[in-house]
């Protein structure tokens, strides 16, 4: 089935150390998005990218990295600079930026 | 930059009940978005809806752009309608979704 796979579904981070969420699309969608969101708030953009090998910074990119190079790929990876990332992460994309979003089913990351 | 509100914060129905939910935008916008994200997380899209009505079974959007509002129509809520409502727009040469804050809807059995 057609469809936008993160993982993984939980993940816990140590101080100091870096992870890396997936994010896997099989829609041929161009555009692709990470999000964050906190308990009891709307979402924040972190990147996003309209192509491959290009992307941007969102409202909320200090601390984390991203890649852009297979189209059907958008890891994101939290730094040990973002000081508080326990956070739910959700992953997007759509045909255009101006198309419809569809999005995964998130990673909620934590610190031990 | 644009400003997106939506209302209630919070809504408590009993199942049955119908509902409707508000988002107003302070700017003409080129989309907009009716999201659902279910308790468990995950995000569902709605609607995409920058002008007019749509209806999907018990739900419906109507987006009057030149009053730069959204109206999100829950009818016969279920249980499994229980959830955060979001609404999102692009406008200009934004290629970004500016999101409200969300209603948070509960439906009582």
């Not at chain 1, 161009?30 to 709307?42: I, K, L, N, T, V």
């Not at chain 2, 308790?39 to 009057?64: C, D, E, H, M």
Request: hydrophobic content about 30%; glycine content about 8%.
């Amino acid at each position: 089935d057609g469809g936008i796979t993160q993982s993984p579904k939980y993940l816990f981070r140590k101080e100091g150390q870096n992870v890396t969420l997936s994010c896997e699309q099989n829609l041929n969608h161009d555009a692709m998005y990470w999000y964050r969101q906190d308990p009891g708030q709307g979402l924040r953009l972190i990147y996003y990218s309209q192509i491959v090998n290009d992307f941007q910074k969102g409202d909320i990119a200090e601390g984390y990295s991203v890649s852009r190079e297979k189209k059907e790929s958008f890891p994101l990876t939290v730094t040990s600079a973002q000081k508080n990332p326990t956070a739910f992460y959700l992953c997007a994309s759509s045909i255009s930026p101006t198309s419809p979003q569809h999005f995964g089913d998130g990673t909620r990351l934590s610190i031990l | 930059g644009i400003q997106v509100e939506q209302s209630p914060p919070d809504l408590i129905l009993q199942e049955g009940a119908n509902s409707t939910l508000r988002c107003n935008f302070s700017d003409s916008v080129n989309n907009l978005q009716w999201f659902h994200q279910n308790p468990w997380g995950q995000l569902i899209n709605l609607f995409y809806i920058p002008s007019g009505t749509k209806q999907n079974g018990r739900l419906s959007a109507t987006t009057v752009a030149t009053e730069r509002y959204s109206l999100l129509y829950i009818s016969s809520s279920q249980t499994t309608d229980s959830g955060v409502y979001f609404c999102a727009v692009n406008a200009g040469n934004n290629r970004k979704l500016i999101w409200g804050l969300g209603t948070s809807l509960a439906v009582n059995p």
